[in-house]
């Protein structure tokens, strides 16, 4: 061989050496990576664990706050709100009604039609879009002047079929926000969640609002009730089945409201009813206890959210808030590693991952998870690996799990309060070894998170069967009540106009 060939063979050896080494470096530093990955994974998993012990004592501090709750005003985070609700819908109302629900992320109206018997049900007319987004952060005069129109076309659709001219229409106004009222007709915004943060508002009556909003159209629309949507939900629940003494909201934000003894309610005492109880809006988002499993994530959630240092239980259960969680975790791996590619800042934009595409991802049964490559091709990342899409979902499964878990808690909490989780409630001095007569509860639940995400659902309903057991999760009913808050707050005026 010549010198040149020896030359041209060395060069070639050595160059194919580095090149070698090149890959090796490369695959060396992805392993690096990827074991990153996998450490942020595991590290977010144990600070969602909520095993079964962990959410007993959850459930305890929940029992123990709607005490809290109800002994003194300010007594707990949980507001426990009088609802001056005490006479739930029987199933004897009749007449035309109507209500408006202002939820979270849509508003609803809608027309019921009451025959004087249960079977007698007639919901006519559901409309639903979403809340237009300039809204949530416009003027009053803004918010109730685009309800009222669209109040108005609602009822100028219907012609004169439902109404005869000159007869008052009686609406429910169906508010997903926390309200103080001073009887079921009136009531002051306590303050905004889920986003909205319309300051003027605050303090003010929103069912007059809404009433001026209308009278200054000419409307003859009269504000009847003005209903929490957890309460609207325990009206029709009740209505078809007067076991059901709980219901529980999972949409945009969540909240639940339960049926209380009226000498339960210490903090307004002297408090009389026909019924001897009356419906409590817990506002249970605004739960909190050192028990409950936060990770740094909910804690950035939180400090970035419009209102810091408020409803921590809403933002670890509830639809405006899960598909961000899945977002800052994702965000982290991809600061950290580059397994989302060059595009990866797209989810430095908060709520650019929205709930609806964590159940889409989550529950994607393709073998090569094509819906969660549809998603992230979506937000602009192409060709993410199969790996990365199954890590993906995995995220998507920790957070949902831990949310239905709490969920669940928080449900077993509201039982034990009442007694009906098989020890006999906190307050009746019976030990916990002695059963009383367990009786059937229906808890109603509603929300599109609740009714949409299969898994979210299937976390909760199996944690429940784990916290209270085999033997009283038989006499616990849990009944999906589509749109039951706007249809239950029309009966709630209904029996309310009635009583
Ligand atoms: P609102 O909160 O306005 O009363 P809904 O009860 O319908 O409205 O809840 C809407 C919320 O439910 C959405 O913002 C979203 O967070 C959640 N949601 C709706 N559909 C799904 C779905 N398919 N998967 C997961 N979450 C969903
Ligand atoms: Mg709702």
Not at 249 to 261: I, K, P, Q
Not at 401 to 412: E, H, N, S, T, V
Request: proline letters at 2%; glycine letters at 10%; one cysteine or more.
């Amino acid at each position: 061989m010549g010198k040149v060939a020896v030359a041209f063979a060395s060069a070639a050896v050595v160059a194919a050496c580095s090149v070698a080494a090149v890959m090796v470096r490369r695959r060396v530093k992805s392993r690096r990576k990827w074991r990153t990955v996998v450490e942020i994974l595991k590290e977010f998993e144990e600070g969602c664990d909520a095993p079964v012990g962990r959410l007993r004592q959850v459930v305890d501090a929940m029992a123990v706050e709607m005490h809290a709750g109800l002994a003194s005003e300010g007594g707990s985070k949980l507001k426990m709100l009088l609802t001056y609700v005490h006479d739930l819908p029987n199933g004897t109302e009749k007449g035309t009604y109507y209500a408006l629900h202002l939820g979270g992320t849509y508003f609803r109206i809608l027309r019921v039609h009451l025959g004087g018997e249960r079977s007698y049900l007639d919901v006519q007319d559901v409309e639903r879009h979403p809340i237009p987004s300039h809204l949530m952060n416009s003027t009053s005069e803004v918010l109730f002047n685009f309800l009222a129109s669209s109040l108005e076309r609602f009822i100028q659709k219907e012609g004169n079929e439902s109404n005869s001219q000159g007869v008052i229409r009686e609406l429910a106004f169906t508010f997903s926000f926390p309200v103080k009222h001073t009887c079921i007709s009136s009531g002051v915004l306590i303050k905004w969640t889920k986003g909205f943060e319309i300051s003027e508002m605050v303090g003010k009556d929103i069912a007059e609002c809404l009433q001026g909003a209308l009278n200054r159209r000419g409307l003859d629309i009269h504000v009847a009730a003005l209903v929490n949507d957890t309460v609207g939900a325990l009206s029709l629940g009740y209505y078809h089945d007067p076991d059901t003494v709980v219901t529980v909201v999972f949409g945009t934000g969540s909240n639940a409201c339960y049926l209380e003894r009226t000498d339960a309610i210490i903090k307004c005492q002297g408090l009389l009813t026909t019924s001897g109880s009356m419906v409590v809006n817990m506002e249970w988002g605004n739960f909190w206890s050192s028990h409950l499993p936060r990770t740094a994530y909910d804690i950035d959630l939180d400090a970035e959210s419009s209102n810091p240092n408020d409803m921590g239980f809403e933002k670890m259960i509830a639809g405006l808030y899960l598909g961000d969680i899945v977002r800052r975790v994702i965000l982290r791996m991809s600061q950290e590693s580059d397994i989302f590619g060059p595009s990866s800042s797209v989810f430095s934009q908060p709520y650019v991952l929205r709930t609806n595409s964590v159940s889409a991802m989550h529950e994607d049964d393709t073998p090569e998870l094509q819906e969660v490559a549809r998603i992230l091709r979506d937000l602009g990342l192409s060709d993410v690996p199969l790996k990365v899409r199954k890590l993906m979902v995995k995220i998507c499964d920790v957070v949902t799990r831990r949310a239905g878990r709490l969920a669940a808690a928080g449900i077993a909490g509201i039982l034990k309060k009442i007694g009906r989780d098989g020890g006999g409630g906190i307050t009746s001095g019976r030990s916990r070894g002695e059963m009383q007569m367990q009786r059937r509860t229906v808890v109603g639940v509603e929300g599109g998170l609740y009714m949409n995400y299969t898994m979210f659902r299937e976390y909760m309903e199996e944690a429940l069967v784990e916290i209270l057991g085999e033997e009283v999760s038989q006499y616990v009913v849990v009944k999906a009540m589509e749109d039951g808050s706007s249809i239950g707050s029309a009966l709630l005026v209904a029996s309310s106009l009635q009583s």
